[in-house]
């Protein structure tokens, strides 16, 4: 009984807000700001597998210019099919700030702000954070993201 008590204590501060935090060695701020947004605002899920895509259902994004602070409102569904399996239809709705620290070099912390699996909360701040460095980096990116870079911040 001890240990179920230690578990029900420790189980919202094991679901509670948690992060990543990326460092971009050699970007300029005001480039890796605009990126930020970019990504922010136009996210993509196009894994490689085609059944484990997410359809972004709404996208709302907060950009506060002068803190350099992103607040994002994301809902995603899909529907996964595998070979042998009833289909599995799944929602996430996720809650994040976007943060650029000013520091040199400059680093950026991605929170989930809702209650989640920190495993599920560091694969989608990783996610985003590859998604940044793409698009910093010129590889070929989504058309819809293709100018967002370019255009100047509010």
């Given amino acids: 009984m001890p240990h179920l008590r230690r578990l029900l204590i420790l189980l919202p501060v094991l679901l509670g807000a948690c992060g990543v935090e990326s460092t971009f060695t050699g970007e300029d701020p005001a480039q890796l700001w605009r990126a930020l ?9 196009d894994e490689g597998d085609v059944t484990k895509r997410w359809t972004v259902v709404e996208n709302i994004v907060d950009v506060d ?6 607040d994002i409102t994301r809902h995603l569904k899909r529907l996964l099919r595998r070979p042998g399996a009833k289909p599995l239809y799944e929602e996430r709705h996720w809650r994040f ?15 989930c702000i809702d209650p989640a699996i920190p495993t599920k909360v560091q694969y989608e701040g990783d996610r985003f954070f590859a998604e940044v460095r793409s698009l910093l980096s010129g590889y070929p990116r989504p058309a819809h993201l293709e100018n967002s870079v370019d255009a100047s911040p509010d």
Avoid: G
């Fill in 97 to 111: 700030e976007i943060q650029l620290l000013h520091e040199d070099p400059p680093r950026v912390r991605f929170i």
């Fill in 65 to 70: 210019n002068v803190d350099w602070r992103i």
């Fill in 37 to 45: 947004q970019a990504v922010a605002e136009a996210p993509t899920y």
